[in-house]
Protein backbone atom coordinates (compact mmCIF):
# COMPACT_ATOMS: atom_id res chain seq x y z
CA UNK A 1 0.00 0.00 0.00
CA UNK A 2 1.20 3.72 -0.57
CA UNK A 3 0.73 5.89 1.54
CA UNK A 4 -0.57 8.90 -0.27
CA UNK A 5 -0.11 12.43 1.11
CA UNK A 6 -2.43 13.75 -1.28
CA UNK A 7 -4.43 15.70 1.16
CA UNK A 8 -7.12 17.09 -1.05
CA UNK A 9 -9.79 14.03 -1.56
CA UNK A 10 -9.72 14.16 2.15
CA UNK A 11 -10.05 17.63 2.24
CA UNK A 12 -12.36 17.68 -0.58
CA UNK A 13 -15.32 17.71 2.44
CA UNK A 14 -18.22 15.58 2.07
CA UNK A 15 -18.73 13.13 -1.12
CA UNK A 16 -20.55 13.67 -3.72
CA UNK A 17 -23.51 11.82 -2.66
CA UNK A 18 -23.87 13.24 0.79
CA UNK A 19 -23.61 16.77 -0.87
CA UNK A 20 -26.97 15.73 -3.02
CA UNK A 21 -28.65 14.18 -0.34
CA UNK A 22 -27.83 18.02 1.51
CA UNK A 23 -29.29 19.81 -1.46
CA UNK A 24 -32.19 17.34 -2.15
CA UNK A 25 -33.26 18.29 1.05
CA UNK A 26 -33.60 22.08 0.20
CA UNK A 27 -36.90 20.68 -1.66
CA UNK A 28 -39.20 20.61 1.10
CA UNK A 29 -38.33 24.72 1.60
CA UNK A 30 -38.39 25.35 -1.98
CA UNK A 31 -41.57 23.16 -2.90
CA UNK A 32 -43.13 24.40 0.12
CA UNK A 33 -42.81 27.86 0.20
CA UNK A 34 -41.14 28.71 -3.68
CA UNK A 35 -42.96 25.63 -5.61
CA UNK A 36 -39.46 24.88 -7.66
CA UNK A 37 -37.83 21.97 -6.36
CA UNK A 38 -35.08 19.83 -7.79
CA UNK A 39 -34.45 16.52 -9.21
CA UNK A 40 -31.48 14.00 -7.80
CA UNK A 41 -29.66 14.34 -11.80
CA UNK A 42 -30.11 18.37 -11.35
CA UNK A 43 -28.53 17.84 -7.13
CA UNK A 44 -25.59 15.93 -9.25
CA UNK A 45 -24.78 17.93 -11.62
CA UNK A 46 -25.15 21.26 -9.23
CA UNK A 47 -22.90 19.05 -6.59
CA UNK A 48 -20.38 18.55 -9.66
CA UNK A 49 -20.27 21.81 -10.49
CA UNK A 50 -19.18 23.11 -7.16
CA UNK A 51 -16.78 20.29 -7.20
CA UNK A 52 -14.98 21.48 -10.04
CA UNK A 53 -15.50 25.16 -9.11
CA UNK A 54 -13.66 24.79 -6.03
CA UNK A 55 -11.05 22.81 -8.13
CA UNK A 56 -10.68 25.60 -10.71
CA UNK A 57 -10.08 28.45 -8.19
CA UNK A 58 -7.40 26.59 -6.49
CA UNK A 59 -9.01 25.78 -3.24
CA UNK A 60 -10.16 22.95 -0.96
CA UNK A 61 -13.26 22.79 0.99
CA UNK A 62 -12.95 22.29 4.41
CA UNK A 63 -16.71 22.08 5.62
CA UNK A 64 -19.63 21.10 4.22
CA UNK A 65 -20.93 22.22 1.07
CA UNK A 66 -21.90 25.97 0.56
CA UNK A 67 -24.77 24.63 -2.28
CA UNK A 68 -28.18 24.46 0.24
CA UNK A 69 -27.09 27.83 2.09
CA UNK A 70 -26.64 29.12 -1.25
CA UNK A 71 -30.21 27.48 -2.36
CA UNK A 72 -31.94 28.63 0.79
CA UNK A 73 -30.55 32.43 0.70
CA UNK A 74 -31.29 32.91 -2.94
CA UNK A 75 -34.79 31.57 -3.09
CA UNK A 76 -36.72 34.68 -1.68
CA UNK A 77 -34.59 36.93 -4.65
CA UNK A 78 -37.78 35.95 -7.23
CA UNK A 79 -35.39 34.36 -9.47
CA UNK A 80 -34.89 30.88 -8.91
CA UNK A 81 -37.79 29.92 -10.54
CA UNK A 82 -39.49 27.32 -13.14
CA UNK A 83 -37.53 25.21 -15.68
CA UNK A 84 -33.80 27.20 -14.69
CA UNK A 85 -33.79 26.30 -11.00
CA UNK A 86 -30.97 23.71 -11.24
CA UNK A 87 -29.05 26.12 -13.92
CA UNK A 88 -29.63 29.24 -11.69
CA UNK A 89 -28.25 27.49 -8.43
CA UNK A 90 -25.56 25.67 -10.66
CA UNK A 91 -24.73 29.45 -12.19
CA UNK A 92 -24.60 31.04 -8.32
CA UNK A 93 -22.74 28.16 -7.31
CA UNK A 94 -19.83 28.55 -10.08
CA UNK A 95 -19.59 32.70 -9.02
CA UNK A 96 -19.79 32.22 -5.73
CA UNK A 97 -16.54 30.02 -5.45
CA UNK A 98 -14.78 32.32 -8.55
CA UNK A 99 -15.57 34.91 -6.31
CA UNK A 100 -14.43 33.64 -3.30
CA UNK A 101 -11.20 32.55 -4.66
CA UNK A 102 -10.96 36.33 -6.30
CA UNK A 103 -11.54 37.78 -3.00
CA UNK A 104 -8.95 35.49 -0.99
CA UNK A 105 -6.46 36.82 -4.26
CA UNK A 106 -7.25 40.42 -3.79
CA UNK A 107 -6.89 40.15 -0.02
CA UNK A 108 -3.60 38.56 0.11
CA UNK A 109 -3.96 35.20 1.68
CA UNK A 110 -4.77 37.60 4.56
CA UNK A 111 -6.91 35.71 7.44
CA UNK A 112 -8.08 39.04 8.60
CA UNK A 113 -8.96 39.90 5.20
CA UNK A 114 -11.62 36.75 4.78
CA UNK A 115 -14.89 38.07 3.67
CA UNK A 116 -17.04 34.99 5.56
CA UNK A 117 -19.48 33.06 3.48
CA UNK A 118 -22.26 34.53 4.60
CA UNK A 119 -20.91 38.12 3.84
CA UNK A 120 -20.41 36.98 0.17
CA UNK A 121 -23.70 35.18 0.27
CA UNK A 122 -25.66 38.33 1.18
CA UNK A 123 -23.15 40.46 -1.20
CA UNK A 124 -24.25 38.27 -4.01
CA UNK A 125 -27.96 38.31 -3.15
CA UNK A 126 -28.32 42.09 -2.95
CA UNK A 127 -26.14 42.41 -6.46
CA UNK A 128 -28.98 39.89 -7.60
CA UNK A 129 -31.93 41.49 -6.87
CA UNK A 130 -31.02 44.68 -7.66
CA UNK A 131 -32.55 46.41 -11.04
CA UNK A 132 -29.29 46.45 -12.40
CA UNK A 133 -28.42 42.58 -12.59
CA UNK A 134 -32.17 41.55 -12.09
CA UNK A 135 -30.97 37.92 -11.62
CA UNK A 136 -28.33 37.86 -14.12
CA UNK A 137 -25.50 35.89 -12.57
CA UNK A 138 -22.99 36.85 -14.53
CA UNK A 139 -24.34 40.75 -14.33
CA UNK A 140 -23.63 39.90 -10.64
CA UNK A 141 -20.45 38.56 -10.76
CA UNK A 142 -18.84 41.34 -13.11
CA UNK A 143 -20.88 44.04 -10.70
CA UNK A 144 -19.44 42.59 -7.28
CA UNK A 145 -15.81 41.99 -9.33
CA UNK A 146 -16.04 46.00 -10.11
CA UNK A 147 -17.15 46.86 -6.15
CA UNK A 148 -15.47 44.48 -3.79
CA UNK A 149 -12.28 43.46 -5.61
CA UNK A 150 -10.62 47.24 -5.51
CA UNK A 151 -12.05 47.63 -2.36
CA UNK A 152 -10.56 44.52 -0.73
CA UNK A 153 -7.03 45.56 -2.68
CA UNK A 154 -7.13 48.79 -0.87
CA UNK A 155 -7.42 47.21 2.00
CA UNK A 156 -4.91 44.50 1.50
CA UNK A 157 -2.25 48.26 0.00
CA UNK A 158 -3.44 49.47 3.54
CA UNK A 159 -1.93 46.11 5.52
CA UNK A 160 0.93 45.81 3.70
CA UNK A 161 1.64 49.30 4.41
CA UNK A 162 1.41 48.98 7.80
CA UNK A 163 3.52 46.36 8.04
CA UNK A 164 6.06 48.39 5.89
CA UNK A 165 5.76 50.63 8.54
CA UNK A 166 6.36 48.27 11.27
CA UNK A 167 9.52 47.00 9.53
CA UNK A 168 10.73 50.32 9.09
CA UNK A 169 10.23 51.08 12.19
CA UNK A 170 11.31 48.02 13.62
CA UNK A 171 15.09 48.44 11.89
CA UNK A 172 15.37 51.26 13.94
CA UNK A 173 14.41 50.11 17.44
CA UNK A 174 17.19 49.31 19.87
CA UNK A 175 18.40 46.12 20.35
CA UNK A 176 16.58 45.42 23.53
CA UNK A 177 13.24 45.59 22.20
CA UNK A 178 14.46 43.14 19.23
CA UNK A 179 15.59 41.18 21.38
CA UNK A 180 12.48 40.91 24.10
CA UNK A 181 9.83 41.85 21.58
CA UNK A 182 7.81 38.68 22.33
CA UNK A 183 7.76 39.77 25.92
CA UNK A 184 7.22 43.81 25.43
CA UNK A 185 4.42 42.44 22.86
CA UNK A 186 2.55 40.42 25.63
CA UNK A 187 2.75 43.19 28.36
CA UNK A 188 0.97 45.57 25.50
CA UNK A 189 -1.73 43.34 24.64
CA UNK A 190 -2.59 42.95 28.71
CA UNK A 191 -2.27 46.65 29.38
CA UNK A 192 -4.36 47.88 26.14
CA UNK A 193 -7.15 45.26 27.04
CA UNK A 194 -9.32 48.45 27.93
CA UNK A 195 -8.03 50.71 25.28
CA UNK A 196 -9.06 47.33 23.14
CA UNK A 197 -12.81 47.28 24.59
CA UNK A 198 -13.42 51.56 23.71
CA UNK A 199 -12.12 51.28 20.54
CA UNK A 200 -14.40 48.27 19.30
CA UNK A 201 -17.11 50.28 20.98
CA UNK A 202 -15.97 53.56 19.27
CA UNK A 203 -15.82 50.89 15.70
CA UNK A 204 -19.89 50.09 16.48
CA UNK A 205 -20.59 53.98 16.90
CA UNK A 206 -19.00 54.50 13.55
CA UNK A 207 -20.58 52.15 11.97
CA UNK A 208 -23.67 52.82 13.06
CA UNK A 209 -23.50 56.67 11.76
CA UNK A 210 -22.14 55.48 8.88
CA UNK A 211 -25.12 53.83 8.15
CA UNK A 212 -27.37 55.71 9.03
CA UNK A 213 -25.28 58.18 6.33
CA UNK A 214 -25.14 56.04 3.60
CA UNK A 215 -29.24 54.80 4.12
CA UNK A 216 -30.50 57.39 5.22
CA UNK A 217 -30.94 57.93 8.77
CA UNK A 218 -33.67 60.03 11.11
CA UNK A 219 -30.78 62.88 11.23
CA UNK A 220 -31.67 65.25 8.60
CA UNK A 221 -27.81 66.86 9.30
CA UNK A 222 -27.14 63.85 7.74
CA UNK A 223 -29.44 63.46 4.94
CA UNK A 224 -28.65 66.70 3.62
CA UNK A 225 -25.66 66.50 1.24
CA UNK A 226 -27.24 62.75 0.31
CA UNK A 227 -30.53 63.95 -0.23
CA UNK A 228 -30.86 61.76 -3.67
CA UNK A 229 -28.99 58.54 -1.78
CA UNK A 230 -32.13 56.26 -1.19
CA UNK A 231 -33.14 56.79 -4.80
CA UNK A 232 -30.00 55.73 -5.80
CA UNK A 233 -29.00 52.05 -7.09
CA UNK A 234 -27.63 49.20 -4.79
CA UNK A 235 -24.69 49.09 -6.78
CA UNK A 236 -23.55 53.37 -6.35
CA UNK A 237 -24.85 53.20 -2.77
CA UNK A 238 -22.11 50.24 -1.87
CA UNK A 239 -19.52 52.37 -3.90
CA UNK A 240 -19.85 55.22 -2.20
CA UNK A 241 -19.75 53.51 1.33
CA UNK A 242 -16.96 51.95 0.51
CA UNK A 243 -14.87 54.55 -1.05
CA UNK A 244 -14.92 56.06 2.27
CA UNK A 245 -14.77 53.33 4.38
CA UNK A 246 -13.14 50.16 2.63
CA UNK A 247 -13.37 48.52 6.55
CA UNK A 248 -17.28 48.77 5.53
CA UNK A 249 -16.87 45.72 3.31
CA UNK A 250 -17.00 43.34 6.34
CA UNK A 251 -20.15 43.40 8.47
CA UNK A 252 -20.69 43.81 12.09
CA UNK A 253 -19.85 41.23 14.53
CA UNK A 254 -23.84 41.53 15.38
CA UNK A 255 -24.45 40.91 11.76
CA UNK A 256 -22.65 37.79 11.08
CA UNK A 257 -24.20 36.32 14.84
CA UNK A 258 -26.93 36.64 13.17
CA UNK A 259 -26.71 35.39 9.53
CA UNK A 260 -25.00 32.38 11.28
CA UNK A 261 -28.14 31.32 13.61
CA UNK A 262 -30.27 31.93 10.43
CA UNK A 263 -27.85 29.13 8.23
CA UNK A 264 -27.73 27.03 11.96
CA UNK A 265 -31.78 27.28 11.30
CA UNK A 266 -31.61 26.00 8.02
CA UNK A 267 -29.24 23.60 8.27
CA UNK A 268 -31.54 22.17 10.91
CA UNK A 269 -34.75 22.35 9.08
CA UNK A 270 -32.60 20.79 6.02
CA UNK A 271 -31.71 17.88 8.65
CA UNK A 272 -34.69 17.60 9.83
CA UNK A 273 -36.60 17.31 6.39
CA UNK A 274 -33.65 14.73 5.08
CA UNK A 275 -34.85 12.63 8.00
CA UNK A 276 -38.00 12.33 7.25
CA UNK A 277 -37.97 11.97 3.55
CA UNK A 278 -35.63 9.61 4.49
CA UNK A 279 -37.82 7.32 7.22
CA UNK A 280 -40.59 7.34 4.44
CA UNK B 1 19.34 23.82 26.97
CA UNK B 2 19.21 20.75 24.84
CA UNK B 3 15.75 18.71 25.79
CA UNK B 4 15.08 18.50 22.19
CA UNK B 5 18.27 18.10 19.94
CA UNK B 6 17.17 17.51 16.23
CA UNK B 7 20.63 16.19 14.82
CA UNK B 8 19.85 12.47 13.92
CA UNK B 9 22.69 10.09 15.15
CA UNK B 10 25.30 8.13 12.75
CA UNK B 11 23.99 4.95 11.73
CA UNK B 12 20.00 6.43 11.14
CA UNK B 13 18.93 5.99 7.73
CA UNK B 14 16.19 8.66 7.24
CA UNK B 15 16.99 12.46 7.42
CA UNK B 16 15.30 14.66 9.39
CA UNK B 17 13.50 17.03 7.71
CA UNK B 18 10.31 15.79 6.43
CA UNK B 19 10.84 12.90 9.00
CA UNK B 20 7.12 11.06 9.46
CA UNK B 21 6.29 11.47 5.89
CA UNK B 22 9.20 9.83 5.35
CA UNK B 23 8.71 7.06 7.91
CA UNK B 24 5.55 6.62 6.60
CA UNK B 25 6.36 6.20 3.14
CA UNK B 26 9.00 3.66 3.86
CA UNK B 27 6.69 2.09 6.29
CA UNK B 28 4.11 1.43 3.82
CA UNK B 29 6.57 0.46 0.95
CA UNK B 30 8.49 -2.22 3.12
CA UNK B 31 4.50 -3.09 5.02
CA UNK B 32 6.32 -2.42 8.56
CA UNK B 33 3.08 -1.01 9.67
CA UNK B 34 0.01 -2.90 8.45
CA UNK B 35 -1.82 -0.95 6.14
CA UNK B 36 -5.12 -0.61 8.51
CA UNK B 37 -2.99 0.94 10.78
CA UNK B 38 -1.38 3.38 8.01
CA UNK B 39 -5.08 3.98 7.25
CA UNK B 40 -6.01 5.33 11.03
CA UNK B 41 -2.71 7.68 11.10
CA UNK B 42 -3.64 8.98 8.01
CA UNK B 43 -7.35 9.83 9.81
CA UNK B 44 -6.50 10.94 12.07
CA UNK B 45 -3.62 13.64 10.68
CA UNK B 46 -6.51 14.17 8.25
CA UNK B 47 -8.84 14.94 11.17
CA UNK B 48 -6.22 17.71 12.85
CA UNK B 49 -5.34 19.63 9.90
CA UNK B 50 -9.37 20.01 8.90
CA UNK B 51 -9.72 20.96 12.40
CA UNK B 52 -6.80 23.63 12.45
CA UNK B 53 -8.75 24.68 8.79
CA UNK B 54 -11.70 24.99 10.51
CA UNK B 55 -10.34 26.91 13.34
CA UNK B 56 -8.50 29.41 10.75
CA UNK B 57 -11.51 30.54 9.35
CA UNK B 58 -12.79 30.87 12.48
CA UNK B 59 -15.90 28.84 10.93
CA UNK B 60 -16.52 31.16 8.76
CA UNK B 61 -15.23 30.36 5.50
CA UNK B 62 -16.14 27.19 3.89
CA UNK B 63 -12.87 26.81 1.47
CA UNK B 64 -9.07 27.42 2.18
CA UNK B 65 -6.66 28.06 -0.61
CA UNK B 66 -4.53 24.73 -1.56
CA UNK B 67 -1.41 26.33 0.01
CA UNK B 68 -3.09 26.88 3.36
CA UNK B 69 -4.58 23.24 3.49
CA UNK B 70 -1.17 21.99 2.74
CA UNK B 71 0.61 24.46 5.25
CA UNK B 72 -2.39 22.82 7.80
CA UNK B 73 -1.34 19.33 6.59
CA UNK B 74 2.23 20.49 6.84
CA UNK B 75 1.80 21.78 10.49
CA UNK B 76 -0.02 18.09 12.21
CA UNK B 77 3.46 16.38 10.48
CA UNK B 78 5.50 18.66 11.72
CA UNK B 79 3.98 18.00 15.22
CA UNK B 80 4.67 14.49 14.48
CA UNK B 81 7.92 14.89 13.90
CA UNK B 82 8.66 17.19 17.16
CA UNK B 83 7.27 14.06 18.87
CA UNK B 84 9.09 11.35 17.03
CA UNK B 85 12.75 12.67 16.09
CA UNK B 86 13.81 12.88 20.38
CA UNK B 87 13.33 9.82 20.51
CA UNK B 88 16.68 9.40 18.57
CA UNK B 89 15.85 6.34 16.64
CA UNK B 90 14.32 5.38 13.57
CA UNK B 91 12.82 1.87 14.97
CA UNK B 92 11.85 3.44 17.96
CA UNK B 93 10.21 6.12 15.98
CA UNK B 94 8.63 4.17 13.74
CA UNK B 95 7.26 1.59 16.66
CA UNK B 96 5.82 4.75 18.32
CA UNK B 97 3.92 5.43 15.08
CA UNK B 98 3.01 1.57 14.95
CA UNK B 99 1.73 1.19 18.66
CA UNK B 100 1.15 4.77 20.26
CA UNK B 101 -1.90 6.84 20.33
CA UNK B 102 -1.55 9.58 17.31
CA UNK B 103 -3.42 12.05 19.58
CA UNK B 104 -0.85 11.26 22.06
CA UNK B 105 1.62 11.79 19.85
CA UNK B 106 0.56 15.15 18.72
CA UNK B 107 -0.27 16.52 21.91
CA UNK B 108 3.46 15.53 22.74
CA UNK B 109 5.16 17.13 19.39
CA UNK B 110 3.06 20.18 20.47
CA UNK B 111 4.77 20.29 24.26
CA UNK B 112 8.20 19.64 22.28
CA UNK B 113 7.26 22.62 20.06
CA UNK B 114 6.52 24.98 22.50
CA UNK B 115 9.87 23.96 24.35
CA UNK B 116 11.96 23.84 21.64
CA UNK B 117 10.36 27.80 20.65
CA UNK B 118 11.14 28.85 24.05
CA UNK B 119 14.66 26.86 24.56
CA UNK B 120 15.44 28.66 21.34
CA UNK B 121 14.64 32.62 22.32
CA UNK B 122 16.81 31.92 25.36
CA UNK B 123 19.64 30.62 23.75
CA UNK B 124 19.62 33.18 20.83
CA UNK B 125 19.51 36.11 23.72
CA UNK B 126 22.41 34.66 25.40
CA UNK B 127 23.66 33.83 22.28
CA UNK B 128 23.86 37.38 21.34
CA UNK B 129 24.73 38.84 24.77
CA UNK B 130 27.58 36.92 24.36
CA UNK B 131 29.00 37.65 20.70
CA UNK B 132 28.28 41.16 21.06
CA UNK B 133 31.06 42.57 21.85
CA UNK B 134 32.64 41.14 18.23
CA UNK B 135 28.96 41.43 16.51
CA UNK B 136 29.84 42.24 12.94
CA UNK B 137 26.66 43.90 11.43
CA UNK B 138 25.20 40.45 10.23
CA UNK B 139 23.77 40.22 13.82
CA UNK B 140 21.58 43.51 13.19
CA UNK B 141 20.21 40.81 10.69
CA UNK B 142 20.08 38.57 12.82
CA UNK B 143 18.49 40.55 15.70
CA UNK B 144 15.57 41.53 13.30
CA UNK B 145 15.39 37.85 11.74
CA UNK B 146 14.72 37.20 15.57
CA UNK B 147 12.17 39.67 16.23
CA UNK B 148 9.96 37.91 13.63
CA UNK B 149 10.44 34.48 14.95
CA UNK B 150 9.55 35.52 18.80
CA UNK B 151 7.01 37.80 17.97
CA UNK B 152 5.00 36.15 14.57
CA UNK B 153 5.99 32.00 14.72
CA UNK B 154 2.74 30.24 14.33
CA UNK B 155 2.73 27.13 16.20
CA UNK B 156 -0.94 25.80 15.00
CA UNK B 157 -1.31 26.70 11.72
CA UNK B 158 2.57 27.14 10.18
CA UNK B 159 4.40 24.96 12.67
CA UNK B 160 6.80 24.72 10.10
CA UNK B 161 7.28 27.52 8.69
CA UNK B 162 10.10 29.34 10.28
CA UNK B 163 12.28 31.46 7.87
CA UNK B 164 15.67 31.74 9.25
CA UNK B 165 17.98 34.35 7.62
CA UNK B 166 20.56 32.19 7.40
CA UNK B 167 23.43 34.68 5.67
CA UNK B 168 25.91 34.35 9.11
CA UNK B 169 27.25 30.77 8.37
CA UNK B 170 27.70 28.55 11.31
CA UNK B 171 31.02 27.19 12.28
CA UNK B 172 32.01 24.86 9.66
CA UNK B 173 29.32 25.75 7.58
CA UNK B 174 26.80 23.04 8.90
CA UNK B 175 23.53 23.01 7.31
CA UNK B 176 20.06 23.27 9.33
CA UNK B 177 19.37 19.42 9.64
CA UNK B 178 15.51 19.85 9.90
CA UNK B 179 13.23 22.33 9.28
CA UNK B 180 10.85 24.94 11.30
CA UNK B 181 11.07 25.89 15.03
CA UNK B 182 13.32 22.95 15.26
CA UNK B 183 15.81 24.53 12.61
CA UNK B 184 15.31 27.50 14.65
CA UNK B 185 16.75 25.72 17.85
CA UNK B 186 19.59 24.22 16.08
CA UNK B 187 20.58 27.25 14.74
CA UNK B 188 20.42 29.52 17.46
CA UNK B 189 21.57 26.72 20.01
CA UNK B 190 24.57 26.71 17.30
CA UNK B 191 24.40 30.25 17.91
CA UNK B 192 24.87 30.14 21.85
CA UNK B 193 27.84 27.25 21.95
CA UNK B 194 29.70 29.58 19.09
CA UNK B 195 29.40 32.66 21.93
CA UNK B 196 30.48 30.44 24.99
CA UNK B 197 33.38 29.58 22.57
CA UNK B 198 34.38 33.56 21.84
CA UNK B 199 33.81 34.35 25.12
CA UNK B 200 36.25 31.32 26.64
CA UNK B 201 39.06 33.73 24.74
CA UNK B 202 40.36 36.28 26.39
CA UNK B 203 38.24 39.34 24.58
CA UNK B 204 41.24 41.31 23.64
CA UNK B 205 42.93 38.59 21.69
CA UNK B 206 39.62 37.80 19.99
CA UNK B 207 38.63 41.92 18.76
CA UNK B 208 42.91 41.72 17.91
CA UNK B 209 42.57 38.09 15.76
CA UNK B 210 39.55 39.97 13.96
CA UNK B 211 41.00 43.00 13.40
CA UNK B 212 44.09 41.35 11.56
CA UNK B 213 42.02 39.21 9.43
CA UNK B 214 39.54 42.12 8.34
CA UNK B 215 43.11 44.11 7.44
CA UNK B 216 44.67 41.49 5.77
CA UNK B 217 41.27 41.32 3.60
CA UNK B 218 40.82 44.99 3.01
CA UNK B 219 37.12 45.30 5.10
CA UNK B 220 36.39 46.62 8.37
CA UNK B 221 36.00 44.27 11.73
CA UNK B 222 32.39 44.40 11.13
CA UNK B 223 31.65 43.77 7.77
CA UNK B 224 33.68 40.14 8.24
CA UNK B 225 31.63 37.62 6.87
CA UNK B 226 32.61 34.64 7.95
CA UNK B 227 31.96 32.96 10.99
CA UNK B 228 33.70 34.61 14.02
CA UNK B 229 33.93 31.18 15.90
CA UNK B 230 35.46 29.51 12.98
CA UNK B 231 38.22 32.18 12.70
CA UNK B 232 38.64 31.75 16.32
CA UNK B 233 38.85 28.13 16.44
CA UNK B 234 41.08 28.49 13.98
CA UNK B 235 43.41 30.87 15.07
CA UNK B 236 43.37 28.50 18.19
CA UNK B 237 44.54 24.93 16.46
CA UNK B 238 47.05 26.80 14.85
CA UNK B 239 48.58 27.65 18.50
CA UNK B 240 47.30 24.34 19.71
CA UNK B 241 48.96 22.32 16.97
CA UNK B 242 52.24 24.22 17.34
CA UNK B 243 52.53 22.72 21.22
CA UNK B 244 50.12 25.06 23.41
CA UNK B 245 47.09 24.23 24.83
CA UNK B 246 46.03 27.07 27.08
CA UNK B 247 43.46 28.77 25.91
CA UNK B 248 45.08 32.40 23.81
CA UNK B 249 44.95 33.14 20.72
CA UNK B 250 48.81 34.01 20.16
CA UNK B 251 51.05 31.83 18.13
CA UNK B 252 54.32 31.47 17.72
CA UNK B 253 56.01 33.84 15.13
CA UNK B 254 57.37 31.08 13.29
CA UNK B 255 53.49 29.15 13.73
CA UNK B 256 52.71 29.28 9.87
CA UNK B 257 56.57 27.43 9.05
CA UNK B 258 56.30 24.95 12.17
CA UNK B 259 52.56 23.74 10.93
CA UNK B 260 53.91 23.40 7.04
CA UNK B 261 57.02 21.20 7.61
CA UNK B 262 54.97 19.40 10.66
CA UNK B 263 51.81 18.62 8.52
CA UNK B 264 53.03 19.12 4.72
CA UNK B 265 53.64 15.16 4.13
CA UNK B 266 50.89 14.38 6.70
CA UNK B 267 46.74 12.46 6.34
CA UNK B 268 43.83 14.27 7.46
CA UNK B 269 43.59 11.71 9.83
CA UNK B 270 46.29 13.08 11.70
CA UNK B 271 45.89 16.62 11.91
CA UNK B 272 42.10 15.76 13.02
CA UNK B 273 44.15 13.46 15.76
CA UNK B 274 46.30 15.80 16.92
CA UNK B 275 43.44 18.53 16.87
CA UNK B 276 41.25 16.27 19.21
CA UNK B 277 44.39 15.44 21.36
CA UNK B 278 45.13 18.92 21.86
CA UNK B 279 41.15 19.99 22.31
CA UNK B 280 41.21 17.09 25.16
CA UNK B 281 43.82 18.02 26.91
CA UNK B 282 42.73 22.20 26.79
CA UNK B 283 40.24 23.90 29.25
CA UNK B 284 37.86 24.03 25.96
CA UNK B 285 37.14 20.36 27.54
CA UNK B 286 35.73 21.59 30.65
CA UNK B 287 32.49 23.64 28.95
CA UNK B 288 30.52 20.47 28.08
CA UNK B 289 28.08 23.01 25.58
CA UNK B 290 31.33 23.83 23.66
CA UNK B 291 33.72 20.90 23.45
CA UNK B 292 30.04 18.81 22.92
CA UNK B 293 29.38 20.97 20.06
CA UNK B 294 33.11 21.45 18.45
CA UNK B 295 34.12 17.92 19.05
CA UNK B 296 31.96 16.35 16.08
CA UNK B 297 33.16 19.29 13.84
CA UNK B 298 36.82 19.07 14.63
CA UNK B 299 37.08 16.34 11.54
CA UNK B 300 35.97 18.99 8.59
CA UNK B 301 38.08 21.71 10.26
CA UNK B 302 41.02 19.35 10.60
CA UNK B 303 40.50 18.53 7.02
CA UNK B 304 40.10 22.28 6.00
CA UNK B 305 43.14 22.82 7.60
CA UNK B 306 45.20 19.98 6.26
CA UNK B 307 44.36 20.98 2.52
CA UNK B 308 46.25 24.33 3.35
CA UNK B 309 49.10 22.88 5.84
CA UNK B 310 49.71 20.32 2.58
CA UNK B 311 50.25 22.47 0.16
CA UNK B 312 52.58 24.93 2.41
CA UNK B 313 49.56 27.50 2.86
CA UNK B 314 49.35 27.69 6.97
CA UNK B 315 49.62 31.26 6.68
CA UNK B 316 46.46 31.73 4.52
CA UNK B 317 44.18 29.48 6.80
CA UNK B 318 45.67 31.28 9.94
CA UNK B 319 43.76 34.62 10.66
CA UNK B 320 46.45 36.12 11.91
CA UNK B 321 49.54 33.98 11.11
CA UNK B 322 52.04 36.42 12.40
CA UNK B 323 50.99 36.56 15.99
CA UNK B 324 49.02 38.83 17.84
CA UNK B 325 50.42 42.56 18.29
Known sequence: MEFSLMFSEQFAGLALAEQQKQILATNHAAYGDYG??????????????????????????????????????????????????????????????????????????????TLSDNALLNYMFNFYTSPTCSGDAAEMTAQAE????????????GRETERKQQTKRLSDQPENALLFADLIEQERAESSFEEEADEESYDYEYR????????????????????????????????????????MLFPSRETEAEWADRAEHWEDEDAAAAKKEGAK | MSTIIPVKPAG??????????????????????????????????????????????????STVTKEQA???????????????LPLHSDSAALAALRDADISVLLETGQRNIMTAYEEAKAAFRRAYSLTKPFATTFFRELLLSFEKFCTGYDARFQADAVTLNDFYPLLCRQSIPVGGVLGAHFYYTALLH????????????????????????????????????????????????????ALTLQLPENAADILNSRYQYSRPETVCADLRNAVSQSPLADHSGIYGYIYPLLDKLAGELHRYFSSGKAAVILPAPAGLP
Open chain 1, 36 to 113: VRLSPEDAEMIAQTGQKAVSAAGMVAVGGSIVPRLIRWFLPSGYLTGQNYALNVAELTEAFYRLRSELQDAGGHDPAL
Open chain 1, 146 to 157: NILLPVMRRLAA
Open chain 1, 208 to 247: SAMGKDCFGGSDPAYQEPEAYGTRDTYEDRLRRILNRNPA
Open chain 2, 12 to 61: EQIPARDYTAELLRRAAAEETIPAARLETVRLVLFQKAAEYAAAYTQNRC
Open chain 2, 70 to 84: ESFFRSVFFQLDAAL
Open chain 2, 194 to 245: EGELLAAFPRQEVSAVLRIYAKRYLTAPDMIADNLAELVLLQWSGAALCGGT
